[in-house]
């Protein structure tokens, strides 16, 4: 595989980035290399700074193959701050202004990764608790098993219009709203890489499912997803399958190798099948009054609560009459209940053949006449 399988220019920045490709080498180093604002999401899974002490033994006394590596060695917790903000601070730099950021930690380090996000501006919209089906246990019997980890979702500022493809989340969910507790399995199976003598070939792969939901949630396909901590490439191969563009830096050589050759072998998936699910949210806005231009609900017309029990007229600016009173369809409706609020394209009916329907499914046609279709 090519490592610059082509550039894609960012939509808010007029500097292109070369995409899908690992870069090879120090994070903050490689970071401080690619062009500010050029990358729609990053995803982090970095050193969790374990603190290990000692070799772990499950009762048969075999040993634990645990997360002992040098990377994720650190002096002190101050020194795990300095290195946190610094890639933080560059992932930031590098986010579109609507981009966001999910990070990955345990009860190690995910407190300091929160505080260092809110410290450099981020906007905090989601914890998540992933809740592995199959964790391993506490072999001491001192504590509570460790069974889940915590992902923070952030948006790149309080202003930021982040992606959020929530029809499709639902959707995934059985027409449920998706939430913040998610069930999956750790990575297991084919799935998991391995050296020749079988042993692991990276101690915390994350598992595709995590990624899968992830990237479907919060990017659309041709964006750019930055892992600053790539390991094996599990970002990569997922961005790929789905139709987005990816980059990884990753320091280990191993690391570089295994992840290209994973990516390789993956397919990409057809475009209709990666397009994220839309729905009312996403359609272009059309006013009450645009339906009354239009002759779709003409001035004069009666409208009715659900019930039948209020009767307004249209108004040929677009409001509605009601007992000497007139307002928007959303004012007006909420006044006619007594309440602060009310979504008038839900609340006001009119009648067609005797049968009563909301005035929401006027905007449909409003949209056809308009050419917004599939706007």
Same mark, same amino acid.
């Given at each position: 595989?090519?490592?610059?399988?082509?550039?894609?220019?960012?939509?808010?920045?007029?500097?292109?980035?070369?995409?899908? #490709?690992?870069?090879?080498?120090?994070?903050?180093?490689?970071?401080?290399?690619? !062009?500010?604002?050029?990358?729609?999401?990053?995803?982090?899974?970095? !050193?969790?700074?374990?603190?290990?002490?000692?070799?772990?033994?499950?009762?048969?006394?075999?040993?634990?193959?645990?997360?002992?590596?040098?990377?994720?060695?650190?002096?002190?917790?101050?020194?795990?701050?300095?290195?946190?903000?610094?890639?933080?601070?560059?992932?930031?730099? /590098?986010?579109?202004?609507?981009?966001?950021?999910?990070?990955?930690?345990?009860?190690?380090?995910?407190?300091?990764?929160?505080?260092?996000?809110?410290?450099?501006?981020?906007?905090?919209?989601?914890?998540?608790?992933?809740?592995?089906?199959?964790?391993?246990p506490n072999f001491r019997g001192t504590r509570f098993t460790n069974a889940h980890e915590t992902l923070i979702w952030a948006s790149r500022s309080r202003r930021a219009r982040y992606t959020f493809n929530y029809e499709s989340m639902k959707a995934l969910n059985d027409d449920l709203q998706m939430r913040s507790?998610?069930?999956?399995?750790?990575?297991?199976?084919?799935?998991?890489?391995?050296?020749?003598?079988?042993?692991?070939?990276?101690?915390?792969?994350? !598992?595709?499912?995590?990624?899968?939901?992830?990237?479907?949630?919060?990017?659309?396909?041709?964006?750019?997803?930055?892992?600053?901590?790539?390991?094996?490439?599990?970002?990569?191969?997922?961005?790929?399958?789905?139709?987005?563009?990816?980059?990884?830096?990753?320091?280990?050589?191993?690391?570089?190798?295994?992840?290209?050759?994973?990516?390789?072998?993956?397919?990409?998936?057809?475009?209709?099948?990666?397009?994220?699910?839309?729905?009312?949210?996403?359609?272009?806005?059309?006013?009450?009054?645009?339906?009354?231009?239009? *002759?779709?609900?003409?001035? *004069?017309?009666?409208?009715?609560? !659900?019930?039948?029990?209020? #009767?307004?007229?249209?108004?040929?600016?677009?409001?509605?009459?009601?007992?000497?009173?007139?307002?928007?369809?959303?004012?007006?409706?909420?006044?006619?209940?007594?309440?602060?609020?009310?979504?008038?394209?839900?609340?006001?009916?009119?009648?067609?053949?005797?049968?009563?329907?909301?005035?929401? /499914?006027?905007?449909?046609?409003?949209?056809?006449?308009?050419?917004?279709?599939?706007?």
């Open positions: 595989m090519s490592r610059a399988e082509g550039c894609v220019r960012g939509r808010a920045s007029a500097r292109s980035i070369a995409v899908d #490709r690992v870069l090879e080498g120090d994070c903050l180093e490689q970071l401080a290399k690619l !062009p500010s604002e050029s990358v729609d999401l990053v995803f982090a899974d970095p !050193p969790y700074n374990l603190q290990l002490g000692g070799t772990l033994l499950r009762p048969d006394q075999s040993r634990v193959d645990g997360v002992d590596d040098d990377w994720d060695r650190f002096e002190s917790f101050a020194e795990y701050d300095r290195f946190s903000r610094a890639w933080l601070g560059e992932c930031r730099r /590098v986010l579109k202004p609507d981009g966001a950021i999910w990070v990955i930690g345990s009860y190690h380090n995910i407190f300091r990764l929160g505080a260092a996000l809110q410290d450099l501006g981020y906007w905090i919209l989601n914890d998540i608790i992933w809740r592995k089906s199959n964790p391993m507790d998610w069930l999956l399995p750790i990575c297991a199976g084919p799935e998991r890489l391995k050296d020749r003598a079988g042993k692991k070939a990276h101690p915390t792969q994350k !598992p595709e499912a995590l990624l899968h939901r992830i990237i479907l949630a919060t990017t659309n396909p041709g964006d750019v997803i930055l892992d600053p901590f790539f390991g094996t490439g599990t970002t990569g191969a997922v961005a790929r399958r789905l139709g987005r563009r990816w980059i990884g830096i990753e320091r280990d050589r191993d690391y570089v190798r295994r992840a290209r050759e994973r990516i390789a072998k993956v397919r990409p998936l057809p475009a209709e099948a990666c397009t994220p699910l839309t729905g009312k949210r996403h359609a272009p806005r059309v006013p009450f009054g645009t339906i009354v231009e239009l *002759g779709i609900l003409e001035a *004069g017309e009666t409208l009715f609560d !659900p019930a039948q029990k209020v #009767r307004a007229k249209v108004r040929a600016d677009g409001t509605l009459a009601w007992q000497g009173t007139a307002g928007s369809i959303h004012k007006l409706g909420a006044a006619v209940q007594g309440r602060t609020a009310c979504n008038g394209w839900t609340f006001w009916h009119f009648k067609v053949d005797g049968e009563l329907k909301p005035i929401d /499914v006027l905007r449909a046609e409003a949209r056809r006449q308009l050419g917004l279709e599939g706007a």
